[in-house]
């Protein structure tokens, strides 16, 4: 079965840093891989998604991941936080023909 | 513009009371889904549906009835069989089930406190 691991609950970072969240996950093909953005009381927002071609993908809001099959990881990453990039972050995975597996999730803080 | 209705956004309902969450969807997809959030446990799948009439259960189902008369719309009752209902509830729909551009979209959710 497939799975998703994100191994970071929540992370702190300082307005303007760089920013870096993992996503691992565990299937013996390849899988479809998405990153979803939660702002309080929300819904989900897809930010990007992959599942094959360029590893490197970029989605909105700045947002860009890139997939590396030898380490199972899709991480999310960023250049420069902002403040208004506070929220919820959930890595899903899935397969052709099934539905997806979220994550727990991460929550990033922003600090001014 | 196309997207999906949660209501309401928060609901208040008395242990042993059934209660239904409405879930409307114009995007034409045939594909519906419900989730339940809880704090550090992400988003567990309780039913899904994959065209009208018909529905599945996901992870946690029990407890949760669903219905999908129309394409539309996929309300959740949840029963007083449900031991620890109060959580946030979240629908979402795709084109159809599991591929790549099919990606969900989701609600803005109901939030359910039951005392």
């Known amino acids: 079965a497939q799975s998703v691991t994100q191994p970071d609950i929540h992370i702190t970072v300082s307005e303007g840093a760089s920013l870096e969240l993992r996503c691992n996950y565990s299937?013996?093909?390849?899988?479809?891989l998405f990153w979803y953005v939660q702002s309080p009381g929300q819904g989900l927002q897809l930010l990007l998604k992959y599942f094959s071609g360029d590893t490197l993908v970029q989605g909105i809001k700045g947002f860009e991941a890139e997939f590396k099959r030898s380490q199972s990881s899709f991480n999310l990453r960023k250049p420069s936080v902002h403040w208004s990039d506070a929220a919820e972050y959930f890595c899903a995975v899935g397969t052709s023909g099934s539905r997806l597996t979220f994550g727990e999730g991460t929550q990033l803080t922003v600090n001014p | 513009d196309g997207g999906i209705t949660q209501s309401p956004k928060y609901l208040f309902r008395k242990e042993g009371q059934n209660v239904t969450l409405s879930c409307e969807q114009n995007?034409?997809?045939?594909?519906m889904y419900w989730y339940r959030q809880d704090p550090g446990q992400g988003l567990r799948l309780i039913y899904y549906s994959q065209i009208v009439n018909d529905f599945q259960k996901g992870d946690i189902a029990e407890g949760y009835s669903v219905s999908r008369e129309k394409k539309e719309s996929f309300p959740l009752t949840v029963t007083s069989a449900q031991k620890n209902p109060t959580a946030f509830y979240l629908c979402?729909?795709?084109?159809?089930?599991?591929?790549?551009?099919?990606?969900?979209?989701f609600g803005n959710g109901t939030r359910l406190t039951v005392t």
């Open positions: 995007l034409n997809h045939d594909a």
């Open positions: 979402a729909s795709s084109l159809i089930v599991g591929t790549y551009n099919s990606p969900l979209h």
């Open positions: 299937y013996g093909a390849t899988p479809y």
